[in-house]
């Protein structure tokens, strides 16, 4: 195996043999971004030349924190002092954050080396990384297909072997659908789990930062860096720090699953419900408890969610006004037109819709019809899987519906694209953990994820349930991008 | 019809700056002027990515001008959004509360012209950020955004229209004022707009149940304005009733030049703040304990130590309220008293030449330039018989234009009264010479001629003179005669 194809801890296996050396793993990223990123177009920014003097520093100054001068990518709405933060919008076309992301702080500390910004949909709206401003990534298995999104940068980047790993942002799935249409594993932690100090907010209540690498045991080392209570962000939770590469090997033996019916309707592909039949099956052969259950509300998650993460979405990016910092217009006479060209240029056209059906349902004498029972049924969902984990461990579902899609096959239909979330968003709204792991491919060579959802703060769990499935069914050992033209 | 025939309805919402040292939701410094845009952070300059984080004393603050304002104070609180577009609202929205403010409720106790106990009721009292500033760029001829007041913590006190003149609203506003102060949550500096009102007046025919169509003025910050203001406003609404028309329920703008309301037609398409609850916070929870503390951490207010002047120091009623109206006044008042042991004198001063003066340059107490310390030592130096009570009159006069120590400010101007028996008789003899008709008249049993002689005495020597001195000599030189 080439160097950039191996997962962090098996880097971290060869430095410590002394077989490889930091140098040559930065090297061997370079040298794929110099190959690949022309077909892949992942990146908004690339930042190796920066990364190549950190390491330098690095190992003039000696550092041998573990992590230290390992090499990650950045989804591009999350702030990094000194390079630009876009949000893959014209509207922060040439903006840099003045300051660091908590995250960044975290990544910065362990003395670890950012590639790059990632791609994304404008301001993480989209499952298909095609909003963004700047291009349009391709899915390394075909590069026909969309990466899914809104972290397809960083889903394509792993995948592609850009990146050893990745940051990405989860607000309705876009951690955990680009990671299974891209092959990768793709965790979103409990809402309060990471600070989102510094994530450029999307929907305050529902928005996490994730991780995307190469298998289990990588998304629990990243986790470990990133994780914890931060001062500057009230809704993050105070909680006794887990090593979660310790909690990987306890099996699932007696382990209580539930499958949630309404999961595998007529929405969901046959291949993918194939797929997901197989995995039940490898489970159940390891010794785990399979249960149908029932998440009836779930039904309504999608329009709770629409409505929910579109008003904050509407309140959140009232910021960009031309003002401050961003895009201005240059066409205006007076402070209505300054605000409404800079924000109509500035803004692409889901980014647009979306601030638009906010604001309605926040507006006055619609609030209460659909924001407020919004948060009811917000409320009845939360119960549901409150219900349900007091029978199961875990709830495991298709990550989405069916696997990439065409470049620019969805795109006038915004209704067909919101379906994709279907799977993931109940999530978000309840504020639980999950993760996506790749269970195989269908016939055309396309791979395909499931989902398993934990209760809160259940991060152990889900790595662990995920990791046991990982070690019988090798899917980075059976499957590889291909690249297809 | 005329004025009799109409009742005035006022509600007053008051926003006053909390005065904790750093702002509501990022640890940059409240203090007022400073350089545009030096009291800035990312988070208040609302750039991407950042998140607010309440600061604990402005739920504390809040609470306890709640608690001295009699409100019922919410266990259960939290913040919400106000969406809006403006310049100086750098994240388009104001964190403020909307349906569960901290405090609800309450009153505040005024007199009315009757000189009769009248509550007005306070519907509630909530948290919020105050906006940055916009100021006019002279040189390129836009507006230039100073965002040092971006996230300065707000207090908004909203009352009931119990008000129903212009000289309640004066007193209402006074008393809260001074609650504040005593409480030291804000300093109300009223020229700075750290305590301003926004005014809504109606008026209906007297016996109608209905209240009439309101209009609002907003930010107002003097006594003053505020007064003419109401005033203004009763009588245009009267007019426009009486000629048959109707009032429009709108922001006005007043104008202090011309005495003068003005229609702000531009912002007035109904907005709509579209409030939701503000995600980036969590809920704001009390326990009984927290604000069981806060309580006994109350200081003295205004009504008690009202009391503990009339019974220690003996002032009268009205002398002990017009005091105890401001916070600033009561404690030079206190102070000097511990000073001087002369309560009487401290008093008078106070409510004399240093309330004139403070009227007629329209300035509030706390903006007094001098100390406790110079006016104890200004009582010393009459009751030494250094300086007459006229000239004591100049040095106060003098302290407001340049404090300084008052012995130093009579040695530098001459003022050293004149106490010496032989240069006093050498004046005496002087005025008798000239003014034998008044010698006449005090022989003739007029005893107010010895107090002209005294004023001419007086005129000659600038004041200096000392008076008592003046008196007896006169008396014991005309008797010679």
Known sequence: MEIYELTVHELLEKLDKKEITKKEILTSFQNRIKEKEKDVQAFITITDKQAEEQLEEIEKENITTRLAGLPIGIKDNICTKGVKTTCASRMLENFISPYDATVMEKINDEKMVSLGKLNMDEFAMGGSTEHSYFKKTKNPWNLNKVPGGSSGGSAAAVAAGLVPWALGSDTGGSVRQPASFCGVVGLKPTYGLISRYGLVAFASSLDQIGTLTKDVEDAAILLNVIAGHDEKDTTSATREKIDYTKVLNKGVKGLRIGIPKEYFGDGINKEVKEAINKVIKQYQDMGAIVEECSLDVADYALATYYIIACAEASSNLGRFDGIRYGYRTKEFSNLKELYKNSRSEGFGEEVKRRIILGTYVLSSGYYDAYYKKAQQVRTLVKNEFEKNFKKYDVILSPTAPNVAFDLASKIDNPLEMYLADVCTVPVNIAGLPAISIPCGVNSEGMPIGFQLIGNHFEEATILNVAHAYEQERKFRQNYKPEFKK | MSREDYEVVIGLEVHAELSTKTKIFCSCPTEFGGEPNTHCCPICMAMPGTLPVLNEKVVEYAVKAGLATNCEISRDSKNDRKNYFYPDLPKAYQISQFDKPLCENGYIEIEDKNEQKKKIRLTRIHIEEDAGKLNHDDFGGGSLVDLNRAGVPLIEIVSEPDISSSDEA????????????????????????????????????????????????????????????????????????????????????????????????????????????????????????????????LPELPESRKQRYLDKYKLTEREAKLITASKYLSNLFEETVLKTNNPKAACNWILSDISRILNEKEIEPNEIPFTSDNLAELIKLIEKGTISSAIAKKVIEELFENPKEPSKIIEEKGWIQISDEGAIKEIVLKILETNPQSVQDYKGGKDKAIGFLVGQAMKQTKGKANPQMLNKLFIEEINKM
């Open chain 2, 170 to 297: 004066e007193k209402y506003l006074r008393k809260l004022k001074s609650i504040l102060e005593y409480i030291e949550v804000s300093d109300c500096k009223m020229q700075e707009g750290s305590f301003r009102a926004d005014v809504n007046v109606s008026i209906r025919k007297k016996g109608e149940k209905k209240l009439g169509t309101r209009t609002e003025m907003k930010n107002m910050n003097s006594f003053r304005s505020i007064v003419r203001g109401i005033e203004y406003e009763i009588d245009r609404q009267i007019d426009v009733i009486e000629s048959g028309g109707k009032i429009e329920q709108e922001t006005l703008r007043w104008d202090d030049v011309s005495g003068k309301t003005f229609s702000m037609r531009d912002k007035e398409d109904a907005q709509d703040y579209r409030y939701f609850p503000e995600p980036d916070l969590v809920a704001i929870r009390l326990t009984e304990e927290y604000i069981a503390n806060v309580k006994s951490s």
